[in-house]
């Protein structure tokens, strides 16, 4: 018989509120097998801690019920605190009683009635409890970064300067992801190439680093230490060893009409290209769904004048298959679509343009050479007009609930900076609030308004109307003058909602890594693990993890690096016991287990077995733990119950159950 | 294929030409509009209180007509549309006003937004298709260009009436095209024209009609289309300099489908029926409808 210590925790008010402690402890003692149940302000605390350690000692407990939060929070303190007093930390069951009964719950009659339930059933499951040793598994010293932004190039070069190698993986032909598309950052309004570049170099250049552009994660497997992943290297048709770099191939291809994804499409490209002149490697891509050679056969102008002889139309996929101990995902952002925002004439007047786009402007590397100018007439604009929070803060379906946190920023910085080149155009910012909480970036702001004379006027417009003239009619409200107001603007730029990159659920998918409704990926927890994913091994750096400006971005990335260094230390890395075990007597050796386990842990053996006399051989199934994450499909799947899950036995779910609904 | 026919007050009055050119047109497309006997007046506007039960009624009596017949319900009026799938609309997802509607009712069988409630348009873009009427045009009305208005109560609250795109619509432009004509896409073509804001303050009324037909004269539209009377009723107090005529959808249909004269016709045979004093049995019991009707115009 079990001797089992029920301890229930107050949390503060946010349990004791709600649910009455003390008839808890006085409903749990009486449960068969408790010897010791007591309440106490704050179990996890030291002092709470201690009470737990003197109980154990002084009733020699065989196994304790923690009533308190989710096992997600506190469990592995109670199952340190139950080892430091020389218990196996596995026969130690917590009860939920916050968040699945005090914070959901308003009447204390009922919460205390379930809360008395889910200690009951916790005390029914730890009685069959059996201690449970860990085992251990290998680290590989190697990481993984998705994504070649500022998020995932600061991560790898944090994660290489601490000695341990990287491979960074990125989708398009050039590391430099977002950042290397803006013209100046705020506050200090450094030019974002001079900052973006030399890191870009350092990156490439760093003997720890190793860069696979134009490619994509294909295949995850295995576990935190020992992940192995499949990465296709797609066919540029440029051989990288021989490319020079030189460039004639893209000033002699013929096919110079696809839209240029690096400029937003305000100018084309030719169909083999390097996204920009400083993109690392500085080796083009062929954009075969675009080349003439690949669409009808003709022309091969490319090949032709490639020196070095490097194109290779022949070029195929390629799939590496690496081992990492760790992975950080930095898939950053896009901007959202607008096509939900005709009011703002989006897609019917090229001289309303979104921010980014008008960062390519401003560019002197961009479509317009830096000078600022309408797309339509390429005349010079005299007034402008923004707009903030176009799908921000958004109440409707079509946008987005949340704050894209850049805007109110990089808006005062356009503002800004246009006032300050072209003194003779107006520019005049429609806002619902101005939110610069930073480092500097009040000041920033303020300096906008006073310094450089930008209107900012709060209140929204509802609609922008392109008027015969070629002019842009905004119609819009002063909230604070009470008034409606009609103004024509040359230019509306549109401060577009910010959202996760599209292929960020594709990824989440293959690494078990939670997101959230918005696609944004979750941390383990919001503020005490904010760069940890809740799947092992997974970290997060950047925007993939909800809205932030570059300061942030590169704090983050720098964090996510420490804790995937904290676990590439680690030569080895203690396993949950927490997995299945087939019972040899009970299993027919179907293979249905085997079927459904996602993690390929279930293989067979041949076994000879002497069965009353006898001997025959049999086939079993046999669970590799180092492999086994405990998930329990194939404890279900099993159709002769020979399948168990060690710590969550069929015998012990059932006993919950039976516990419920007595 | 026969539906279910909601005419509304204001085509039995001021806009008989919007009716009479649907009848005639929905006869050459291939359809019947079989009107609801002992229709009532939907109101005109939709009662936006939640409590509102009263004046959604005559929706719900239409309505479930309708569904007695087994036949989706038509209307061509953009007013009379918008209340009617509104009220349908409550009937399907709102459980207090559709208990208490039913309660009012006592209907042989409770009405729950079973009726499909579709506008004239509709019938054109969903069930005979554009391209299909585009070969039954036999006078197209090529080189005309004419600019779509389609005001609020076709479009908005968009998730409701879920007709097109509020903010860039395309079925009247398509319509346009269907009719070989080209359409004029000018920006204040799904503003409000003001509504029924121009019985009280003319002005507020004015200041936009003004916007929405210089805009649409400044894109170079010689002709405006509408399916609403109240709209038409505005557009023309503009007090702009060019103005643009404002045409029924229906009239242009009606011409290209070579039936305009025709209609007109049985039109002015029923306007003159209606000067000697023989009045149209529907108007007796309408009395009110009649009054109502008459204030939107």
């Given at each position: 018989m079990q001797r089992i210590g029920v301890f229930v925790c107050h949390c503060g008010s946010n349990i004791a509120a709600t649910v009455d402690v003390k008839k808890v402890v006085e409903m749990a003692a009486l449960e068969p097998g408790v010897v010791h149940a007591e309440d106490y302000q704050y179990m996890c605390s030291e002092a709470g801690q201690a009470k737990i350690d003197a109980a154990i000692k002084e009733k020699n407990l065989t196994g304790i019920v923690v009533c308190s939060c989710s096992p997600r929070m506190h469990e592995t303190?109670?199952?340190?605190?139950?080892?430091?007093?020389?218990?196996?930390?596995?026969?130690?069951?917590?009860?939920?009683?916050?968040?699945?009964?005090?914070?959901?719950?308003?009447?204390?009659?009922?919460?205390?009635k379930k809360a008395v339930i889910l200690a009951r059933a916790a005390i029914a499951k730890v009685s069959l409890n059996t201690p449970l040793q860990q085992g251990e598994s290998r680290v590989t010293k190697r990481a993984l970064v998705i994504g070649g932004g500022i998020a995932g190039i600061q991560t790898a070069l944090d994660i290489a300067e601490a000695g341990y190698e990287v491979d960074i993986v990125e989708k398009t032909p050039s590391i430099g992801g977002r950042m290397s598309q803006l013209d100046k950052t705020f506050p200090t309004l450094d030019c974002s190439a001079c900052i973006l570049t030399p890191k870009m170099v350092e990156a490439s250049a760093h003997e720890k680093i190793n860069?696979?552009?134009?490619?994509?994660?294909?295949?995850?497997?295995?576990?935190?230490?020992?992940?192995?992943?499949?990465?296709?290297?797609?066919?540029?048709?440029?051989?990288?060893?021989?490319?020079?770099?030189?460039?004639?191939?893209?000033?002699?291809?013929?096919?110079?009409?696809?839209?240029?994804e690096f400029n937003r499409g305000l100018n084309t490209r030719s169909a083999i290209y390097t996204p920009f002149a400083q993109a690392i490697p500085n080796v083009p891509v062929i954009d075969r769904e675009h080349c003439t050679k690949f669409k009808t056969g003709k022309c091969g102008v490319c090949a032709k004048v490639c020196q070095a002889g490097a194109i290779e139309y022949d070029q195929q996929d390629e799939i590496v298959t690496e081992k990492y101990g760790a992975i950080v995902v930095a898939t950053g952002f896009d901007v959202i679509k607008l096509d939900q925002y005709d009011e703002y004439a989006y897609s019917q007047s090229p001289d309303v343009i979104t921010s980014l786009e008008l960062e390519r402007i401003m560019n002197a590397a961009g479509p317009t050479k830096g000078h600022l100018e309408r797309i339509s007439d390429h005349k010079a604009p005299k007034n402008m007009v923004f707009i903030q929070c176009v799908g921000s803060r958004c109440a409707d379906k079509r946008g987005k609930s949340y704050c894209s946190k850049i805007c109110c920023m990089y808006t005062a910085k356009h503002a800004m900076l246009i006032r300050d080149k072209y003194p003779d155009v107006n520019v005049t910012v429609f806002y619902i609030d101005v939110r610069t909480p930073g480092k500097n970036f009040d000041e920033f702001y303020r300096r906008a308004v006073e310094e450089y004379g930008v209107?900012?006027?709060?209140?929204?417009?509802?609609?922008?109307?392109?008027?015969?003239?070629?002019?842009?009619?905004?119609?819009?409200?002063?909230?604070?003058?009470?008034?409606?107001?009609?103004?024509?603007?040359?230019?509306?730029?549109?401060?577009?909602?910010?959202?996760?990159?599209?292929?960020v659920r594709k990824i989440a998918t293959m690494l078990t890594a939670s997101i959230d409704t918005n696609n944004f990926l979750t941390e383990a927890h919001p503020k005490l693990r904010p760069?940890?994913?809740?799947?092992?091994?997974?970290?997060?750096?950047?925007?993939?993890?909800?809205?932030k400006d570059i300061p942030e971005t590169v704090a983050q990335a720098g964090a996510a690096a420490v804790k995937a260094i904290g676990l590439l230390a680690k030569d080895k890395l203690l396993t949950n016991p927490c997995t299945a075990k087939s019972d040899e007597l009970l299993c027919n050796g179907c293979s249905t287990c085997a079927n459904v386990c996602p993690y390929g842990a279930i293989s067979y053996i041949d076994k000879e077995v002497n069965d009353h006399g006898i001997r025959e051989t049999r086939h079993f199934a046999q669970v590799n733990s180092a492999l086994c994450q405990g998930c329990g499909a194939c404890t279900v799947a099993c159709p002769s119950g020979a399948m168990d899950l060690q710590g969550f036995s069929n015998r012990q779910i059932i006993a919950e159950v039976d516990a419920i609904c007595r | 294929m026969v539906y279910s026919y909601y005419p509304g007050c204001t085509l039995k009055t001021k806009a008989k030409d919007l009716d009479a050119y649907a009848r005639a047109c929905a006869k050459v497309l291939g359809f019947e509009l079989e009107e609801l006997e002992n229709w009532q007046c939907c109101g005109g506007v939709y009662p936006l209180g939640s409590d509102e039960i009263a004046t959604k009624l005559s929706s719900v009596r239409a309505l479930a007509a309708a569904k007695e017949k087994g036949q989706d319900l038509v209307t061509v009026c953009a007013a009379c549309h918008h209340v009617l799938k509104r009220v349908n609309d409550d009937m399907k997802n709102v459980e207090d006003i559709r208990f208490r509607a039913n309660n009012y009712m006592e209907l042989d069988e409770p009405y729950a937004g079973e009726t499909k409630v579709l506008h004239f348009l509709e019938i054109l873009r969903d069930r005979i298709g554009f391209a299909a009427l585009k070969d039954k045009v036999v006078k197209p009305l090529t080189g005309r260009k004419i600019g779509a208005y389609y005001g609020c109560l076709l479009l908005r609250p968009s998730d409701r009436m879920q007709f097109d795109d509020p903010e860039n619509p395309s079925i009247i432009e398509d319509f346009i095209r269907a009719l070989g004509a080209e359409p004029v896409i000018y920006p204040y073509r799904n503003e409000c024209c003001g509504g029924y804001i121009s019985l009280k303050e003319k002005d507020m009324a004015k200041n936009q009609t003004d916007l929405i037909m210089e805009s649409a004269a400044g894109m170079g539209a010689e002709t405006l289309v509408t399916a609403c009377p109240l709209c038409r009723y505005n557009l023309n107090q503009s007090r702009t300099q060019e103005k643009v005529p404002v045409v029924y959808f229906t009239e242009l249909l009606a011409e290209a489908l070579g039936v305009k004269a025709e209609a007109a016709e049985t039109n002015a045979e029923a306007a003159a029926d209606a000067k000697g004093n023989t009045k149209p049995e529907a108007d007796t019991d309408k009395t009110e409808d009649m009054q109502e009707g008459g204030t939107q115009s």
């Amino acid at each position: 018989m079990q001797r089992i210590g029920v301890f229930v925790c107050h949390c503060g008010s946010n349990i004791a509120a709600t649910v009455d402690v003390k008839k808890v402890v006085e409903m749990a003692a009486l449960e068969p097998g408790v010897v010791h149940a007591e309440d106490y302000q704050y179990m996890c605390s030291e002092a709470g801690q201690a009470k737990i350690d003197a109980a154990i000692k002084e009733k020699n407990l065989t196994g304790i019920v923690v009533c308190s939060c989710s096992p997600r929070m506190h469990e592995t303190t109670f199952r340190n605190a139950a080892k430091r007093a020389g218990l196996n930390p596995y026969m130690v069951e917590i009860a939920n009683i916050r968040e699945h009964c005090s914070w959901i719950h308003k009447n204390m009659e009922e919460a205390t009635k379930k809360a008395v339930i889910l200690a009951r059933a916790a005390i029914a499951k730890v009685s069959l409890n059996t201690p449970l040793q860990q085992g251990e598994s290998r680290v590989t010293k190697r990481a993984l970064v998705i994504g070649g932004g500022i998020a995932g190039i600061q991560t790898a070069l944090d994660i290489a300067e601490a000695g341990y190698e990287v491979d960074i993986v990125e989708k398009t032909p050039s590391i430099g992801g977002r950042m290397s598309q803006l013209d100046k950052t705020f506050p200090t309004l450094d030019c974002s190439a001079c900052i973006l570049t030399p890191k870009m170099v350092e990156a490439s250049a760093h003997e720890k680093i190793n860069i696979y552009t134009y490619s994509e994660v294909e295949k995850v497997s295995g576990f935190v230490g020992d992940f192995t992943v499949d990465i296709r290297k797609k066919a540029r048709s440029v051989n990288m060893d021989k490319c020079t770099g030189c460039g004639v191939c893209q000033e002699k291809c013929p096919s110079k009409k696809t839209p240029n994804e690096f400029n937003r499409g305000l100018n084309t490209r030719s169909a083999i290209y390097t996204p920009f002149a400083q993109a690392i490697p500085n080796v083009p891509v062929i954009d075969r769904e675009h080349c003439t050679k690949f669409k009808t056969g003709k022309c091969g102008v490319c090949a032709k004048v490639c020196q070095a002889g490097a194109i290779e139309y022949d070029q195929q996929d390629e799939i590496v298959t690496e081992k990492y101990g760790a992975i950080v995902v930095a898939t950053g952002f896009d901007v959202i679509k607008l096509d939900q925002y005709d009011e703002y004439a989006y897609s019917q007047s090229p001289d309303v343009i979104t921010s980014l786009e008008l960062e390519r402007i401003m560019n002197a590397a961009g479509p317009t050479k830096g000078h600022l100018e309408r797309i339509s007439d390429h005349k010079a604009p005299k007034n402008m007009v923004f707009i903030q929070c176009v799908g921000s803060r958004c109440a409707d379906k079509r946008g987005k609930s949340y704050c894209s946190k850049i805007c109110c920023m990089y808006t005062a910085k356009h503002a800004m900076l246009i006032r300050d080149k072209y003194p003779d155009v107006n520019v005049t910012v429609f806002y619902i609030d101005v939110r610069t909480p930073g480092k500097n970036f009040d000041e920033f702001y303020r300096r906008a308004v006073e310094e450089y004379g930008v209107n900012y006027i709060k209140g929204q417009v509802g609609k922008v109307a392109p008027q015969p003239n070629g002019q842009l009619l905004v119609q819009g409200v002063d909230l604070i003058d009470n008034k409606q107001i009609l103004m024509e603007a040359d230019m509306v730029v549109l401060a577009a909602a910010i959202e996760p990159n599209k292929d960020v659920r594709k990824i989440a998918t293959m690494l078990t890594a939670s997101i959230d409704t918005n696609n944004f990926l979750t941390e383990a927890h919001p503020k005490l693990r904010p760069v940890e994913s809740p799947t092992a091994g997974v970290f997060l750096s950047g925007v993939c993890q909800g809205p932030k400006d570059i300061p942030e971005t590169v704090a983050q990335a720098g964090a996510a690096a420490v804790k995937a260094i904290g676990l590439l230390a680690k030569d080895k890395l203690l396993t949950n016991p927490c997995t299945a075990k087939s019972d040899e007597l009970l299993c027919n050796g179907c293979s249905t287990c085997a079927n459904v386990c996602p993690y390929g842990a279930i293989s067979y053996i041949d076994k000879e077995v002497n069965d009353h006399g006898i001997r025959e051989t049999r086939h079993f199934a046999q669970v590799n733990s180092a492999l086994c994450q405990g998930c329990g499909a194939c404890t279900v799947a099993c159709p002769s119950g020979a399948m168990d899950l060690q710590g969550f036995s069929n015998r012990q779910i059932i006993a919950e159950v039976d516990a419920i609904c007595r | 294929m026969v539906y279910s026919y909601y005419p509304g007050c204001t085509l039995k009055t001021k806009a008989k030409d919007l009716d009479a050119y649907a009848r005639a047109c929905a006869k050459v497309l291939g359809f019947e509009l079989e009107e609801l006997e002992n229709w009532q007046c939907c109101g005109g506007v939709y009662p936006l209180g939640s409590d509102e039960i009263a004046t959604k009624l005559s929706s719900v009596r239409a309505l479930a007509a309708a569904k007695e017949k087994g036949q989706d319900l038509v209307t061509v009026c953009a007013a009379c549309h918008h209340v009617l799938k509104r009220v349908n609309d409550d009937m399907k997802n709102v459980e207090d006003i559709r208990f208490r509607a039913n309660n009012y009712m006592e209907l042989d069988e409770p009405y729950a937004g079973e009726t499909k409630v579709l506008h004239f348009l509709e019938i054109l873009r969903d069930r005979i298709g554009f391209a299909a009427l585009k070969d039954k045009v036999v006078k197209p009305l090529t080189g005309r260009k004419i600019g779509a208005y389609y005001g609020c109560l076709l479009l908005r609250p968009s998730d409701r009436m879920q007709f097109d795109d509020p903010e860039n619509p395309s079925i009247i432009e398509d319509f346009i095209r269907a009719l070989g004509a080209e359409p004029v896409i000018y920006p204040y073509r799904n503003e409000c024209c003001g509504g029924y804001i121009s019985l009280k303050e003319k002005d507020m009324a004015k200041n936009q009609t003004d916007l929405i037909m210089e805009s649409a004269a400044g894109m170079g539209a010689e002709t405006l289309v509408t399916a609403c009377p109240l709209c038409r009723y505005n557009l023309n107090q503009s007090r702009t300099q060019e103005k643009v005529p404002v045409v029924y959808f229906t009239e242009l249909l009606a011409e290209a489908l070579g039936v305009k004269a025709e209609a007109a016709e049985t039109n002015a045979e029923a306007a003159a029926d209606a000067k000697g004093n023989t009045k149209p049995e529907a108007d007796t019991d309408k009395t009110e409808d009649m009054q109502e009707g008459g204030t939107q115009s």
